[in-house]
């Protein structure tokens, strides 16, 4: 199907039906990484025969940089847009934070904002920039949405046995580890510390009820409580986009198949997993520090595999075997 049929448009001049077979992928380009997005483009574009349309989504300044990278390259094959994140939306809604300041990068609250940047769809896949797909997409736009749940996610309980991820030290599953219970505000919510927590990394979501429930403003509206009362931080495990999302999400989303999100490969650089295991998995995800285009980290092999050179030659890969 459809593969190479719209290269790079930037207008909406589709048909109900182009549009009916099309999955939407969006996936941001940040400027420091914008090889790890170009990399996930071409696993996916790789692995499937859906007509895909991904929505690469930059700040103002990369857009340029963005679009030279996918027509200089192997990628110029794909249907994309690239649409443009305005910052602006989130001033007054971040408190600074030293302790990890890439977790405020505009590009992180992205997914905050979904049908600002996807008009025309009904579902929509949203991926960070940090993983590998190595199924059919397919099948994870395919996940069964229950009514009413304007999303799914992976549970962090529900990881599959093989992975034995709990071993990793100081590893956040819980509500705990995100949310401050000193905090009243937290207290009133009602929910229980041990909750077990879900990873926004990898989102299927439905524009129609995501709209009806004015996500996008509840997400807005526990960010600015933040910056009055500091009820999260970056120091506690998740950072600062995935705080709000647990709150405004709990109860109420559907979960991925666990092969869709095997994750944490970025956690610590002595953990590696079988290779049995890792071949099984459907979707790659180098969550945690140490990302697989930097040293030290691990997997990096799976990685590198779907690599697209930058054509300006300014993003590079910092370890041993490149």
Same mark, same amino acid.
């Given at each position: 199907m459809g593969r190479g049929k719209r290269k790079g448009e930037d207008d909406d001049s589709e048909t109900p039906e182009d549009m009916e077979d099309e999955i939407p992928v969006v996936i941001c380009a940040a400027a420091g990484r914008m090889g790890a997005a170009m990399a996930a483009i071409n696993s996916i574009y790789s692995n499937t025969d859906a007509n895909i349309?991904?929505? @690469?989504v !930059?700040?103002?300044?990369?857009? *340029?940089r963005i679009r030279k990278w996918i027509e200089h390259s192997k990628l110029r094959e794909i249907n994309f847009k690239i649409v443009e994140f305005n910052p602006m939306v989130l001033k007054g809604k971040i408190r600074p934070d030293s302790a990890r300041p890439e977790l405020l990068q505009p590009l992180n609250f992205v997914r905050f904002y979904l049908p600002l940047l996807i008009h025309q769809h009904e579902k929509v896949i949203y991926l960070d920039d940090d993983v590998i797909v190595q199924g059919d997409i397919q099948e994870l736009y395919d996940t069964t949405l229950a009514l009413g749940h304007a999303a799914a996610f992976s549970d962090d309980c529900d990881l599959p046995s093989s992975q034995d991820i709990h071993r990793l030290v100081g590893l956040q599953n819980t509500y705990m580890g995100y949310l401050d219970y000193r905090k009243k505000t937290i207290k009133d919510l009602g929910i229980s510390p041990s909750t077990c927590s879900f990873n &926004? !990394? @990898?989102i299927v979501a439905n524009m129609t009820e995501w709209k009806h429930q004015r996500i996008t403003k509840q997400l807005e509206k526990w960010m600015q409580k933040n910056v009055e009362e500091n009820l999260y931080s970056s120091s506690l495990g998740g950072g600062v986009a995935t705080s709000p999302m647990l709150i405004v999400f709990h109860g109420k989303y559907s979960t991925i198949n666990p092969l869709w999100h095997i994750r944490h490969l970025g956690w610590n650089p002595d953990t590696r997993y079988s290779e049995h295991f890792l071949q099984e998995a459907k979707l790659l995800h180098w969550n945690g520090r140490h990302k697989p285009w930097d040293f030290p980290s691990v997997h990096n092999d799976l990685w590198e595999s779907w690599f697209v050179p930058d054509p300006a030659g300014i993003f590079k890969l910092h370890h &041993?075997? *490149?």
């Open positions: 349309l991904f929505y @690469v !930059g700040l103002r300044n990369t857009l *340029s &926004p !990394g @990898v &041993p075997n *490149s």
